[in-house]
């Protein structure tokens, strides 16, 4: 199947800090992807679709401010968590649509983000 | 009523069983089904995609969607303990670009 792929698989930063998440997909182009934070056994939280060349669409209660996306190219997309706080602390994962197989959505192998 | 329930289990099977997950939902717009299958501290990985009613089958899975009673189902037969994770189902209205509306997942042990 496609493969998506997500950098850093961790990364611990400093409060106050910010952080940057790659996705990227690997060998297929993704004009849609889309970002979600999942805490311990719960199951994923859509964050906001992230559109190739245009705004990302955020979820309610989602602050855009403090969750930056960027989709610059139809292969990556990036999440900043900005000004980050202990309570940021998640699993986040991204995920892209291959429109060549359909549109199947394929998830990365997620990266975990604790702030301290 | 959320848009998709799912029973979070626990569920705990001996080897060799046959496994039965299932969601319901309550929106019939939806038209693509997929069920993920999630290891701890892992992505979600794509196991069975299925658009609209029917049957679909590979290998030791089986994906069932029944459109009409807003109903699907994941079978996994000849059960292993590598089985051992939590299996979510997704849908959404449109292919691609439209977000996909998770069940909660269900957390399934096989035990050898």
Known sequence: GAVVSQHPSRVICKSGTSVKIECRSLDFQATTMFWYRQFPKKSLMLMATSNEGSKATYEQGVEKDKFLINHASLTLSTLTVTSAHPEDSSFYICSAADASSGNTIYFGEGSWLTVV | ?112
Do not use: H
């Open chain 2, 1 to 112: 009523q959320k848009e998709v329930e799912q029973d979070p289990g626990p569920l705990s099977v001996p080897e060799g069983a046959i496994v039965s997950l299932n969601c319901t939902y309550s929106n019939s717009a939806f038209q693509y089904f997929m069920w993920y299958r999630q290891y701890s501290r892992k992505g979600p990985e794509l196991l069975m995609y299925t658009y609209s009613s029917g049957n679909k089958e590979d290998g030791r899975f089986t994906a069932q969607v029944d459109k009409s009673s807003k109903y699907i189902s994941l079978f996994i037969r000849d059960s292993q303990p590598s089985d051992s994770a939590t299996y979510l189902c997704a849908m959404t209205l449109n292919s691609g670009n439209t977000p996909l509306v998770f069940g909660k997942g269900t957390r399934l042990s096989v035990i050898a």
